[in-house]
C-alpha cells in the first residue's frame, strides 16, 4: 500500500449525524486533573488522624493534669499542662481573635492550594492533610476554650501540642515538594490536532516520531 497523509478533519468519520467535529486540542493539558479536597483519600487520612490523635492527647492531658503541672515533675522531656493564647509555640500571645480569623483563612487557601494543582501525590496531598488537621485541631480549641491547649514540654524549647508538631512537618514537607519542581505541572504526551498521521500498512509514524518495526 503507498504511502498517504491522513491529515484532522472537520468530521468525524464515525459521526452518523454529519455534525461538525472539531478535534480537541491536548498540547499542555495535565495528566491528572485537580480534585475535590474532600474526595482525596490521602488528606482524609492525614487530617483525620492528626486531628483525633491532637483532641486525643489534648484530652488526656486536660483529664489527668492541673493548669501548669507537668509530669514527671524534672527532666529534659515532659508533659506539662498550659493554655495558649498565642500562636503556635507561644508566639503572639492575646492575639486569640486574630489568629482565629489566620486559622480560617489559612485553611481556605489549603483547600484553594489543593484544588488549583493538578498534580497530586502522596507527599502534596500528606502535607496539606497535615496543616489541615492541625490548624483545624488549634482551631478547635480556640473555639470550645478561648486558648490552645499545650503540653509537650521538651527541653528549652516552647511547650507546643501535636497540632504544631503536625503544621511545622506539613509545611516542611511542601516546601520541599514544590522547591524540587514536583509541583510543575506536567503536560501530555498526547499530540495536538496540527500533528499529521503518515500511515503505511501497518507502521505507523506520528509527529515525527519513527515507527515501530
Known sequence: MDKHLVRPTTKDPENASGHPWA???TSGIPKHRAMNWYRDPLL???????????????????????????????????????????????????????????????????????????????????????????TAGNLIDRFRLGSVVDFID????????????????????LMWYFSTGRGTTEE????????MVEADGENIKIAGKEPRP
Open 44 to 134: 482524609l487520612i492525614g487530617l483525620t488522624l492528626v486531628l483525633g490523635l491532637d483532641q486525643l492527647t489534648k484530652w488526656l492531658i486536660t483529664s489527668h493534669l492541673i493548669l501548669g503541672q507537668s509530669f514527671p515533675v524534672d527532666g529534659f522531656f515532659r508533659f506539662t499542662y498550659i493554655q495558649n493564647s498565642g500562636s503556635a509555640f507561644g508566639l503572639f500571645q492575646g492575639h486569640g481573635t486574630v489568629l482565629t480569623i489566620i486559622s480560617l483563612v489559612a485553611m481556605a487557601l489549603i483547600i484553594i492550594l489543593h484544588s488549583s494543582t493538578p498534580i497530586k501525590s502522596i507527599a502534596l496531598s500528606g502535607s496539606l492533610g497535615l496543616i489541615l488537621g492541625g
Open 154 to 173: 521538651v527541653g528549652p524549647w516552647p511547650i507546643f501540642n501535636v497540632a504544631d508538631s503536625s503544621i511545622v512537618v506539613g509545611m516542611v514537607i
Open 188 to 195: 501530555s504526551s498526547i499530540p495536538s490536532s496540527e500533528h
Open 23 to 25: 478535534p480537541t486540542p
